[in-house]
């Protein structure tokens, strides 16, 4: 995320004029950016955003603001998390994915369930399960804190945000 985090007049009057910037302020380029990859996905070309910045910066904000604007177009954003003390837990990631949006739990849950799941297989389960639930529609998918993803996780997640072949 690059900014330096100033807020103009501008700013100022775009946060009055419309509700999503009453929560985000400022930050228009960033915005612009999860706006392109949304109207991207919905037009069925993927894309990867990544939003770096230190701790307290607006990363999470940014990432509402563009689960508000999926919402608004009518596209699902289900989302999931890096998390300090589950680093070590192999799939946490996808795991978090499937408790926190149970219309993707189906078959490749238990994949990635499996203690003995192949990264392979547990990769391709989770496009798999992804491609059909997205069901022709687009479908964002929101990593909250990816750094604290654990490995297997990372790789799952690396492989399905993918450009197609
Ligand atoms: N551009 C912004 N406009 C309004 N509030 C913001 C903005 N950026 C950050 N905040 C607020 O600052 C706090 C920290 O932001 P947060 O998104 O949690 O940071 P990060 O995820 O990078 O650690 C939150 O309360 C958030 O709502
Ligand atoms: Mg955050």
Same mark, same amino acid.
């Given at each position: 995320m690059a900014s330096n985090g100033s807020f103009s007049a501008a700013d100022e009057f775009e946060r009055s004029s419309t509700w999503h910037v009453e929560v985000i302020v400022g930050r228009r380029g960033e915005r612009q950016v999860l706006d392109d990859l949304l109207s991207e996905a919905a037009d069925g070309s993927g894309g990867v955003v990544v939003l770096r910045g230190e701790?307290?910066?607006?990363k999470t904000a940014l990432l509402e603001y563009a689960t508000d604007q999926a919402g608004r177009l009518g596209m699902r954003m289900p989302s999931t998390a890096g998390v300090q003390a589950e680093v070590?837990?192999?799939y946490a990631g996808p795991h978090r994915l499937l408790r926190t949006a149970p219309? /993707?739990?189906?078959?490749?849950k238990s994949v990635l369930d499996a203690?003995?799941?192949l990264p392979y297989r547990a990769a391709a389960a989770l496009l798999g399960l992804l491609s059909e639930s997205a069901a022709g529609t687009a479908l964002v998918l929101a990593v909250e804190d990816?750094?604290? /993803?654990d490995a297997a996780s990372c790789d799952a997640l690396t492989f399905v945000a993918r450009p197609p072949a």
């Open positions: 701790a307290g910066i607006g070590h837990v192999p219309e /993707l739990s189906r078959a490749a203690p003995d799941t990816a750094h604290w /993803l």
